[in-house]
């Protein structure tokens, strides 16, 4: 890879590096991502998998500075060779929704409820692009026939309750898009869908990454999504990152036994029928406040041995990494 | 939309007849007779005879009724039994006093409110938060009457910023006309202001802290945009229902005011008319305020489909 002029290493939009995030609560500090390092290159899909409350969110919001300001936030973020982190408002305001843009999980609350779709759109293209209100109106039908409206110069004055979820959906995306961002960030797209409606919004990214060649971070705790839209996935546990590589080595040879427990714990279509029962991860995620000096995962896992209370592993280096002392070599059936 | 209307007139009506008995036998239940405190002096039987007979009240009450009913749809209200005025041209003298001076104090109330309220809330817990806080709580807890008769006596009196009383049409003057009121609707608005303050900061807060601000904010909108569009919209429909609830009480405010500031409005007509036990001026007086008090909350009514689309009113869908 030929290094560019900016710093940034060609072909790569987002890069992540040492990135922590703290929250200020009543009880004293609470750590909620530690150290979390992981690129996006262009026009790639990287998803971040993990339970609730593994940190997978935060990281996302913490890219664009949109977490609250109780959270401390440390590490690198580069766009395109510029630092986020520690940006002015300014500059965190003319990249978000131009350069790094959103999608949330729940499109109806998402949504404000009593602007039209078309005037949130609009004011997108009107603040960053600085379109005319005529210009910017024909530009968000033009974004919603992209993302599959139909009759989009009708829906384009209906407000946001006027329309299903689903839709609602799209209109978020159409929104995300509308100045045809480097990296789009997806925080569970498809969460708060109904399984029918899911297929339909995975194809609209799946789209915009082919047409527009937009780089998406996918955030998703759904194996179902992973498999079906990502190049890449790393999985977070308890705040940190402990395995990434490319979605096949991820289903087919995964390392950490977090993964592993993550893959038997998810059903799929022809597998588990009847015969099969789900398997699940024994324990519970741990409390983030008081991460000792060891793996997070050592009281939930099997494989556990003696390093794993006493030290913490780090990522080993090449393109399938992980974080285990005690990485699983065999193929398993998951 | 048109059988939400027709549905709305219909229950007014109601709501006017129902006001208009009450009123009419509150004002005959009190204790004091017109004809004594109009004959004065002459305690006569014979002179109160007269008058009781000249003003109609030696009829029964049904009969009573049923004349100021019957003469107040066809637009006569009658006339004072103090001055012998028609009571239609005092309430139409009286009328524009009140309405400009309680218009006024909603501007005023709406301005300072939903800004201190605004205020409040994206400055949470600092110095703002607490100066908003303290004047809602001054604002609400000072009557009207004591404010009064101290900004006259330092503002008036003291300083000779602003006129203590009188009132000057605004067609004449419009410049004096807002010298003479600009005290009065201060002091009225301040209750508002504090309520509606408070209001302001609570459904802010709840507003800022929903999704789709975190939407506007990842959409890299100004801070002017984020919360004086997104999230104040969604605030003010809470807003214009605590205006609508307040209404009563502004017009009561009003009377209290206007007696202060010797403004000539309904405050004022209303208060003379009780003392003088005037039955048809006190009756009038009501069916105005009435119909006002109803045609306005009919207009908020209308206004919450106007700031929130989700709330089409019945009968339109």
Redo the contacts between chains.
Sequence with gaps: MTVSTNGSTNGQVLAVKDLSVTFRTEDGRVSAVDNVSFDVADGEVLAVVGESGCGKSVTAMSI?G?LPRTATVGGSVRLDGTELIGADKRT???????EV??I?Q?PT???????TVGHQIS??LR??IGLNRQAAEARAIELLKLVGIPSAERRISD?P?QLSGGMRQRV?IA?AVACDPKVLIADEPTTALDVTIQAGILDVLRGLRERLGTSIVLITHDLGVVADLADRVAVMYAGRVVETAEVHEIFARPQHPYTVGLLGASPAAGRHAETHRLSEIPGLVPVLSEQPDACTFADRCSRAGETCTTSQPELTAGVHRVACWHPVREAVEV | MRRYLLNRLWQSLVTLVLATIVVFVGVRALPGDPALALAGEDRDPESLRAIRQQYGLDQSWLVQFWQFVSHAARGDLGQSIRTGAPVRSMILSALPVTIELSVLAILIAGVIGVGAGVVAAVRRGGPAEWAANALALLGLSVPHFWLGLMAILYLSVALGLFPASGFVPFFTNPVDNLHHLILPALILGTGLAAVIMRQTRSSMLDALS???I?????????PK?VIGK?AL??SLIVVVTIVGLQLGALISGAVVTERIFALPGFGKLTVDAVFQRDYPVIQAVVLVTATAYIVINLLVDLLYSV????IRVRGEA
Aim: proline share 6%; hydrophobic share 40%; aromatic share 10%.
């Design positions: 664009a949109l965190l305001r003319s990249i978000r929704g131009r843009a959103y949330f729940e609350t998402s949504l404000n409820p009593v602007f004011e997108v603040t960053h407000y309750h978020m929104m | 929903a999704d789709y975190r939407t506007a904010e990842a959409k890299g909108l100004p945009a997104h919209r969604n700031i929130d689309p989700r």
